[in-house]
């Protein structure tokens, strides 16, 4: 897959590495000095970063935005990747096109009239966040879907559940939930009926806000 960054600040550093390392192919727009230095200095070489300003046309058609599946806009200033979003939509028709928002008050702007095909609004992920680790023990909500009810969530598997040792075919899971993978330390399996979790493992699941109050139950020690 081909991704347009534009943004190289931590947030679309982070994200750069991160597609790289699953094999996908990346280009960083940034015209900051201090952001290029800091991008080459964690191993994002020339040919990942191109110097300019991700509103002008030609740089991104310089970027490969004709040919590209997914353009995400991760500056600091929302008028900056709503500028950007809309241009990649409208003007290159690029087929999805991610935007980060910044100031809150802006979230509503961020939408598919503007070219938005998915908003990340940080500081509702985090509010989120933090609601869902005050109700659930075991639970963490990873994303929030933008579209609909439904959430990717960690679960800590913990050892007083009375599901641990137990196969997946045998653990009854709530209906509106998929059981994504399952990991402890480095090592991670796609879990089927034959996979026995083990306390202290985490798992990443999809479920909806009901089905997240059973997973804690059914992994956390709520059954106790």
């Known amino acids: 897959m081909k991704v347009i960054i534009i943004g190289g600040g931590q947030v679309g550093g982070y994200i750069a590495n991160l597609l790289l390392e699953n094999g996908n192919s990346v280009v960083v727009i940034e ?46 200033s929302d008028e900056t990747n709503l500028a950007t979003a809309m241009m990649a939509k409208f003007e290159y028709d690029v087929p999805k096109v991610v935007a980060r928002v910044n100031n809150p008050k802006n979230a509503w702007l961020f939408n598919a009239g503007m070219g938005v095909d998915v908003k990340i609004n940080q500081a509702d992920l985090i509010g989120h966040m933090i609601a869902d680790e005050m109700n659930y023990q075991s639970i963490m909500t990873l994303m929030r879907l933008s579209k609909g009810e439904y959430s990717i969530v960690r679960i800590h598997v913990d050892y007083h559940s009375p599901n641990v040792d137990k196969p997946v075919a045998e653990i009854k899971l709530p209906s509106r939930s998929l059981l994504i993978a399952v990991y402890e330390d480095d090592t991670m399996i796609i879990p089927h009926g034959e996979t026995v979790i083990r306390a202290g493992q985490y798992i990443l699941a999809f479920a909806d806000e009901p089905a997240m109050e059973e997973l804690n139950r059914v992994f956390g020690a709520g059954e106790r």
């Open 31 to 76: 015209n900051r000095e201090m952001s290029i230095r800091a991008l080459e200095k964690n191993g994002l070489g020339t040919e990942h970063v191109l110097v300019g300003d991700g509103t002008d046309a030609l740089i991104m058609e310089k970027a490969g935005v004709l040919s590209c599946n997914a353009l995400v806009c991760v500056t600091g």
